[in-house]
């Protein structure tokens, strides 16, 4: 079995969003569906909704990029500690958290393939190399389709949370085979899966060990889509380009039981 780190190291994963993370927020679809992740999220996680109680949850994002949707999260809650494996990403995020008023957001550059990652900040700041610290809520938005296998994933991620704490995954949807033309030829290095199967995504989530879990469809987006393989080339704005096609998104939800 491929690990995570090995099939992102290759040239279709890592180095890919190394090269992309300069320009990555040039994209206006990046920020609209980070913006609707945000919100399927407010809706589901009570913690997100009301300022009041929500400065309480400690937030962890695996893949979040240049941190658009930490930044959402960010205002509601205590902290995010907002992981990629790209540290091309990392670095364009670390130069945002300069720049802003915002600074509850903790940049790592990892792989994450351990909840005991030394990486990650530990659960005691006075203990560094002890136990590391445990989450509230756990977001992916965008992810899960570039991880080759992703029951390991899912086993680091209970391990991160607190008992009690929940999942919130956001995807675009596995409804057949049309959504493979969700990424244009020149951007199909590092996917893995084809979206996200909302029946495949809540047997492996139950099979791992999460509660309560449900994974349903949260929003849908007109894309611009290749007409034929190849028609938008790398590096070049779409445009008008392509024709539309509407793909649908799910909201993969889940606890880690009390107790
Ligand atoms: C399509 S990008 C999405 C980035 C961001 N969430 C957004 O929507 O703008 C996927 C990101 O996930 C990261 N990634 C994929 N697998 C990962 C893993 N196991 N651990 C950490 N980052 C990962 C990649 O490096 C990449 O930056």
Redesign the pocket.
């Known amino acids: 079995m491929a690990s ?1 780190a090995s099939s ?1 190291g290759g040239p279709g ?2 180095e890919r ?1 190394n090269q992309e993370a300069a320009a ?1 927020d040039s994209n206006p679809f ?1 920020h609209q ?2 913006e609707e992740a945000s919100k399927a999220l407010q809706k589901h996680v009570p913690g997100l909704q009301s300022e009041g109680d929500a400065k309480k949850l400690d937030v962890l994002e ?5 941190g ?2 930490s930044f959402m999260i960010a205002p509601k809650v205590h902290e995010v500690v907002a ?4 540290q091309g ?1 990392i670095d364009v995020l670390k130069t945002k958290i300069e720049k802003s008023d915002i600074k509850n957001i903790v940049p790592v550059a ?4 351990d909840p005991e990652d030394p990486a990650l900040p530990p659960a005691d700041g006075d203990v560094p190399n002890g136990p590391r610290r445990k989450y509230d809520l756990i977001t ?4 899960l389709h ?2 080759p296998d992703i029951k390991p ?1 899912l086993k680091t991620m209970l391990g991160c949370l607190k008992p009690g704490g929940e999942l919130g995954l956001t995807d675009f949807e596995d409804f057949g085979p049309e959504a493979k033309r969700f990424h244009p030829e020149s951007k199909m290095g590092g996917v893995y899966r084809h979206g996200i199967n909302a029946k495949w995504m809540t047997a492996l989530m139950q099979e791992v060990g999460f509660v309560d879990v449900d994974v349903k469809v949260a929003w849908d987006h007109n894309k611009r889509v290749e007409r034929w393989p190849g028609e938008f080339p790398p590096g070049e704005p779409i445009g008008d380009r392509g024709e539309k096609m509407n793909f649908t998104y799910v909201l993969c939800t889940g606890k880690r039981a009390e107790g």
């Not at 695996?62 to 240049?66: D, Y």
């Not at 992981?83 to 790209?86: I, M, N, S, T, Y």
């Not at 990892?110 to 393939?113: A, G, H, N, R, S």
């Open positions: 995570a992102l994963g890592n969003f990555w990046v569906m980070s695996i893949g979040c990029g240049t658009l949707l992981v990629d494996a790209a990403m990892v792989l994450l393939e992916s938005h965008l992810v570039h991880i994933v």
